[in-house]
Nanobody, 120 residues
Framework: QVQLAESGGGLVQAGGSLRLSCAASGRTFSITRVAWFRQAPGKERDIVAA?????????YYPDSLKGRFTISRDNAKNTVYLQMNSLKPEDTAVYYC????????????WGQGTQVTVSS
């Protein structure tokens, strides 16, 4: 089992920055990929970034977020970060951390989420 705990959400003005943290515990050695998702009220949960343990720690971002969001990891702390810059009101959502032990497909482990609110 793997447990995930997000932190770092809050209220920020448009144009500001936030850094979210996802601390993993349990069988962390088995994790092959970690991702951040977000879900705004009335909308589907969408992926915003992913990082892979193999492939040299390669990353993935949807085209719409490239350049503003950066995912990174600190293996010693079993923590993955999401740096969010130039935030917009439309970035307002609950942000979730997710992890899995496989290379493809859905994510098995999820955190409880952290609220990010961007005011205009």
């Amino acid at each position: 089992q793997v447990q995930l705990a997000e932190s770092g959400g809050g209220l920020v003005q448009a144009g500001g920055s936030l850094r979210l943290s996802c601390a993993a515990s349990g069988r962390t050695f088995s994790i092959t990929r970690v991702a951040w998702f977000r879900q705004a009220p009335g909308k589907e949960r969408d992926i915003v970034a992913a990082i892979y343990r193999r492939s040299g720690g390669s990353t993935y971002y949807p085209d719409s977020l490239k350049g503003r969001f950066t995912i990174s990891r600190d293996n010693a702390k079993n923590t993955v970060y999401l740096q969010m810059n130039s935030l917009k009101p439309e970035d307002t959502a609950v942000y979730y951390c997710a992890a899995d032990q496989t290379r493809l497909g859905g994510y098995t482990y999820w955190g409880q989420g952290t609220q990010v609110t961007v005011s205009s």
